[in-house]
């Protein structure tokens, strides 16, 4: 084990050290254990994807157990990024569906957790497939991941990339946004063409949904607008990282009055590197 440290100073007359350093380590979980992603229904050895589209995507897992065996694990955790929604568990050879106990998404990883089917053996391997759907927000994806034993006090296992299946061809995590550009502002939806703020709670307020890709720390502008140019209502004005967001208008001005029925338009701006990107959406306020 080799450990660098990198320590940088505004101040010439400032200087740091490394006091400690302390290691944590485990036992393994299995002796060898490699992942690769590909798209449902195979594909080219470089799996690829539109950006900002939902994809299904296909994760083989190969689990080698040494021939003294190892603790073997229940559960496999999956840095997806954007939000996933979990497809599909397959384990075994051949590979069989089985339900798992809980699934869960947060913070951009998508957990599955499944002590009713543990994977382990005495020696030999064992294959296990996570289908699952989501977006990718970049030109590259990776799919890191990692399993765990819930009722064990060993540290979780990384999944490193390889061949871990004949299905698949990419050997790797990594999986890459077809063509050579992805716009900043990839996609704008309204809910609805229309807002009634009557306070019926039916078309009180208007969702607006966006996605951004790509991107980090970009400034992000969102406002409404009359047709004659003059900004009513700023709904959003900072800076956003690659992802899906969703603001809502409920059809007051920036003083919190009902702004007068009429049409309107949303203005949606983020400056990107080299130029500004925007789109406009009209809406209409009706009582």
């Given amino acids: 084990m080799q450990l660098q440290f ?3 100073a505004e101040d010439f007359h400032t200087f740091g050290r490394v006091k400690s350093v302390a290691i944590e380590y485990s036992p393994l979980l299995v002796e060898s254990l490699v992942g690769e992603v590909g798209l ?5 050895r470089v799996p690829e994807a ?5 994809t299904t995507f296909i994760y083989d897992v190969l689990a080698s157990f040494g021939t003294d ?5 229940d559960a496999i955790k999956l840095n997806t990024i954007a939000e996933a929604e979990f497809a599909k568990l397959e384990i075994g050879q051949p590979l069989e569906e089985v339900v798992p106990d809980s699934v869960h998404f947060a913070d951009g990883v998508l957990a599955v957790y499944f002590p009713s089917h543990k994977v382990v053996r005495a020696d030999g391997e064992e294959h296990l497939r996570l289908t699952f759907r989501t977006a990718l927000l970049d030109f590259t994806t990776h799919f890191l991941g990692e399993v765990l034993e819930l009722e064990g006090e060993n540290l979780p296992q990384s999944i490193d990339p390889g061949d871990a299946s004949a299905e698949l061809h990419s050997d790797d ?3 890459f946004a077809t063509g050579t550009s992805i716009e900043a502002l990839s996609e704008i939806a309204l809910a609805s063409s229309f807002l009634t703020p009557n306070g019926d709670r039916i078309n009180d307020e208007l969702d607006i949904a966006f996605t951004l890709l790509g991107v980090e720390d970009i400034a992000t502008e969102i406002g409404v607008y009359t047709l004659t140019g003059q900004r009513v209502r700023a709904l959003v004005r900072g800076k956003f990282n690659k992802g899906f967001y969703t603001v809502q208008w409920d059809g007051r001005d920036d003083q919190g009055a009902l702004v007068p029925p ?3 338009l949303l203005h949606i701006k983020v400056d990107a590197d080299k130029e500004a990107s925007e789109q406009f959406r009209s809406v209409s306020v009706a009582y």
Avoid: H, K, S, T
């Avoid at 065996?69 to 694990?73: A, P, T």
């Fill in 50 to 54: 539109p950006a900002g589209q939902e």
């Fill in 69 to 73: 065996g190892q603790l073997g694990f």
């Fill in 173 to 175: 995590i990594r999986v």
């Fill in 6 to 8: 990198n320590m940088v």
């Fill in 262 to 264: 009429g049409i309107y």
């Fill in 40 to 44: 449902a229904g195979g594909g080219d």
